[in-house]
């Protein structure tokens, strides 16, 4: 059921369910994923709108045109195809029902989608481009983005609201909710949080708990200099609802000896970055080609001495190293590869000849 509800969760416009012991079709709010918590087999579209209305009628599967006993469902989109009102699939679908049926893997070949065709009349269903699914304990999935098997606790700038959820968790996560670690821990913030493996000391540090896939998992590792910087275990969390569970979390054996031991980590207030605008300057043809009549040029008197620190892309601040291969501007409260930050010294340094 988990992944049932992590495809509701992400795919919120419409399920979609050929049964495969009738071959009848029927239509559901995405949220009522639980009638596929049976036994009886069966083909299920969860919708993510991307083009067409959200509405019943653009929930998959189609029919293919008049041949009412093709019926066709796809995970993807294809530009050019499909209107504010009609979906991709659909028009798709009309297509197909005017083609003859043995041209149709061809022509569905040329895209880089997942299909599905269904025959009510000959009982039976076919998967094109089969090498862009995944099989996993005997079902085929159209994406591996649903398996959020992974549930991580975070307590530093990957909780919601701070830098790095942008980048890491907004959209590849769902969030749990939120929670504190079972056993208290000191939780130092130096520059960067850490928390400690040592129990018993500190507090019972609040945390933000998501369930993620594989792929995120691996990019949080690297992100944490996981097993090398900070270490991933597993550890008890007590979410807000009294229930206990069992969640990833990342661990710096740093000092902790007459360091001050947090409960939460909190964000760095953003400083905006300021500029001084000269007086418009008279735009040459090229600068006309490229940015058009308005354009401006300022003064970057005001902005920090770079030439042998690295700094933020962002705000121009200072950037603190972790000991790994990352980098935190704390003014923003957001991290970076040292690749990113070498490009603004690049642009600060770069000598423009006529």
Not at 222 to 251: C, V
Not at 303 to 320: G, K, N, S, W
Request: overall charge negative.
């Amino acid at each position: 059921m988990q992944t049932l509800e992590n495809a509701s969760y992400i795919n919120q416009h419409g399920l979609g369910v050929v049964w495969l012991d009738t071959f009848k079709t029927d239509y559901f709010k995405s949220s009522e994923y639980s009638v596929l918590d049976t036994t009886r087999p069966f083909i299920a579209h969860f919708r993510y709108a991307t083009i067409g209305k959200i509405n019943k009628a653009n929930t998959h599967p189609f029919p293919c045109g008049e041949k009412k006993q093709e019926m066709f469902m796809m995970n993807g989109t294809v530009k050019k195809y499909g209107n504010k009102d009609m979906t991709d699939t659909q028009h798709m679908a009309n297509i197909l029902g005017d083609m003859p049926r043995h041209d149709w893997k061809v022509f569905l070949a040329q895209f880089g989608c997942r299909f599905v065709s269904v025959n009510t009349a000959t009982k039976s269903f076919q998967i094109y481009n089969r090498e862009l699914f995944t099989y996993k304990d005997g079902v085929w999935y159209s994406k591996t983005n649903i398996f959020r098997d992974n549930v991580i606790a975070v307590y530093g700038t990957l909780k919601k609201g701070h830098g790095n959820y942008i980048g890491y968790l907004q959209g590849k996560s769902i969030f749990v909710g939120g929670g504190e670690t079972v056993n208290k821990h000191p939780l130092i913030v130096n520059g960067l949080p850490y928390l400690s493996p040592v129990k018993g000391v500190g507090h019972h540090v609040e945390v933000d708990v998501f369930r993620v896939d594989d792929d995120t998992f691996a990019e949080v590792d690297r992100l944490e200099g996981h097993p090398r910087w900070y270490r991933r275990e597993l550890t008890d969390i007590r979410m807000e609802d009294g229930k206990i569970i069992s969640a990833w979390a990342y661990f710096n054996d740093v000092d902790i000896e007459n360091l001050t031991h947090h409960k939460s980590y909190e964000p760095v207030p953003v400083r905006a970055p300021s500029f001084k605008f000269a007086k418009p300057f008279q735009p040459t043809i090229e600068t006309e080609d490229d940015f058009g009549e308005d354009c401006w040029e300022f003064e970057d008197n005001d902005l920090p001495d770079c030439e042998d620190d690295l700094i933020c892309p962002t705000c121009y601040a200072d950037v603190e190293f972790d000991g790994f291969n990352n980098y935190l501007c704390s003014e923003c409260d957001i991290w970076y590869a040292e690749s990113d930050l070498n490009e603004v010294l690049d642009t600060t340094h770069r000598e423009y000849n006529d």
